[in-house]
């Protein structure tokens, strides 16, 4: 999208341009589910692909599109420079949206329970959450902790209880968008691609209509006055002063005429 989340679907981009990735889900039972943005690909159309999130949803490639922001329980977004394969027009983006039930009793999209199963150091840390209903645990996947190198700035010389209660915290608060896998049954995974955008280079770009704007601009002001060459100008100047020149001449050529007949029927008088 062109001008952020609210903004108008591209069909054409220059590189380096900011524009807004924009994933969003919408229906009758919309206020039930939880979506999950992942296994996002980008290709030239040719067959070269390249991962920008993975399974777990997560940015590969922080340059190309970083991690994504939830709007709200069915609408994510991400803004990003525009880029392209060498030597190709276009790219084309396509994933996957997995859609979940949300949490019955509290409505939301939060992972119930966290348990910590392995610590390695402070920069790597594994967690599991179960989610537990009355016929018992559905299912467990693993969890990573995001943004670790921030994290590890924040901790200096700690206990390893004091960081185990660092990350468990962090995972509590990031618990509410971090990706899930689809081991249970109420999890379905859609396919979702977007139609190809043309990027061009800075040297292949062509004017826009604010600067086709701009053009009219300079012809025509506020007063509507025409704006004219100097050539054209002068052109009209000489060709108004040629009828001006033949107008008095024919006029001259008239009143001569008429002197002429006069002083003839004069004399024959």
């Not at 396509?94 to 949300?102: K, N, P």
């Not at 299912?139 to 995001?146: D, E, M, N, T």
């Not at 899930?180 to 396919?191: S, V």
Request: net charge negative; charged share 25%.
């Amino acid at each position: 999208l062109k001008g952020g989340a609210d903004g108008e679907p591209l069909k054409y981009a220059i590189i380096g341009e900011v524009v807004y990735h924009k994933w969003t889900c919408s229906g009758v039972y919309d206020n039930i589910y939880c979506m999950t943005v992942h296994s996002c690909m980008v290709d030239d159309g040719q067959g070269n692909r390249h991962e920008i999130l993975d399974e777990m949803g997560c940015g590969t490639d922080r340059y190309l599109l970083n991690d994504l922001e939830y709007l709200d329980q069915l609408s994510a977004g991400q803004e990003a420079q525009v880029f392209k394969f060498a030597d190709r027009p276009s790219v084309f983006f396509s994933c996957q949206i997995r859609l979940e039930l949300r949490d019955e009793v509290s409505g939301q999209c939060d992972v119930s329970e966290f348990f910590v199963h392995s610590f390695d150091g402070i920069g790597s840390m594994v967690s599991d959450y179960s989610y537990r209903t009355d016929e018992g645990i559905l299912s467990a996947h693993p969890i990573y902790a995001r943004n670790q190198k921030e994290a590890q700035k924040k901790i200096k010389q700690t206990q390893i209880y004091q960081v185990r209660q660092f990350y468990h915290e962090l995972i509590l608060r990031m618990s509410k968008r971090i990706s899930r896998e689809t081991a249970h049954h109420f999890a379905i995974n859609l396919d979702v691609a977007t139609p190809s955008v043309d990027v061009l280079d800075l040297s292949e770009r062509t004017p826009r209509s604010d600067e086709l704007k701009e053009a009219e601009e300079d012809l025509f002001d506020s007063n509507n006055e025409v704006c004219i060459s100097r050539l054209l100008l002068f052109a009209f100047g000489a060709l108004i002063a040629i009828m001006l020149i033949t107008t008095i001449a024919i006029a001259a050529f008239v009143i001569v005429k008429n002197r002429e007949m006069k002083i003839f029927i004069k004399s024959d008088c």
